[in-house]
């Protein structure tokens, strides 16, 4: 049985465009024409929002795009959305509409001009590419390896923590798959072996393919992974 968070809020909210936020100024400036110009489109991707700014995973065109102007609102649901468990700039499932813009050729440049609905990331709607997504019971805990995010993101949902690492290249070894990650901040250190062998969650008749030993500072975790 796939891992579901202990509680989530769904939100299924329509904002006015008539007040927006401006985000960090872009690379690209955008004119008032190419704005004018630009179609609405209805979007379904992963919003994220953390120290390097608001993005957008548009899952349909499968690119990043950086947020220049969203709803009103928006981060404070962002914000509700955000478990204990939760790590900074961790992605939401989103349905939205916007303008999509790339001026000069530049990066993909994006204007939100409603919300529809935000939920938690989860198995289920998750659409940005990862490597490995592991869960693990008693305790319950979830890690998600992402080259794509550039993180080694663990939520211990039995402890309410949350807690992200950066991506690392892994060493691989015939069926041992192994990641090992450093905090910059803290210095705390992740290591983490998949086992390509079947593999249950010890809830559920569902077996995954992988298996998986997490390790992070006196805790040993097991549990099944999928890639």
């Known amino acids: 049985m796939r891992q579901k968070p202990l509680f989530y809020f769904i939100c299924g909210l329509l904002f006015a465009c008539e007040n927006t936020t401006p985000t960090k100024a872009p690379t690209h400036a955008l004119s008032a024409q190419q704005v004018a110009d630009a179609p609405v489109q209805t979007l379904q991707g992963m919003y994220r929002n953390d120290a390097r700014g608001a993005f957008f995973y548009d899952c349909t065109a499968g690119e990043n795009l950086r947020v220049q102007t969203k709803s009103t609102g ?3 649901l962002y914000r509700a959305l955000q478990q204990p468990t939760s ?7 989103a349905v939205l509409h916007g303008k999509v813009l790339k001026p000069g050729g530049g990066p993909g440049q994006l204007i939100i001009t409603k919300v529809d609905t935000l939920l938690m990331r989860t198995l289920h709607n998750n659409c940005q590419p990862y490597d490995f997504w592991c869960i693990g019971t008693e305790p319950f805990w979830g890690l998600v390896i992402s080259e794509s995010e550039g993180k080694i993101a663990l939520k211990q949902i039995a402890d309410g923590q949350g807690k992200v690492f950066p991506w690392t290249q892994p060493k691989q070894d015939g069926e041992t798959v192994l990641y090992e990650s450093t905090d910059p901040a803290t210095g705390e250190k ?4 998949l086992r390509k062998e079947p593999c249950s969650d ?4 569902r077996m995954y393919p992988y298996s998986v030993e997490l390790r992070f500072g006196a805790q040993i975790l097991s ?5």
């Open 74 to 76: 928006l981060d404070s």
């Open 87 to 93: 790590y900074p700039g961790e992605p939401v499932f």
């Open 190 to 193: 992740i290591n983490v072996m």
């Open 202 to 205: 010890g809830m559920s008749e």
């Open 223 to 227: 549990g099944c992974a999928l890639k």
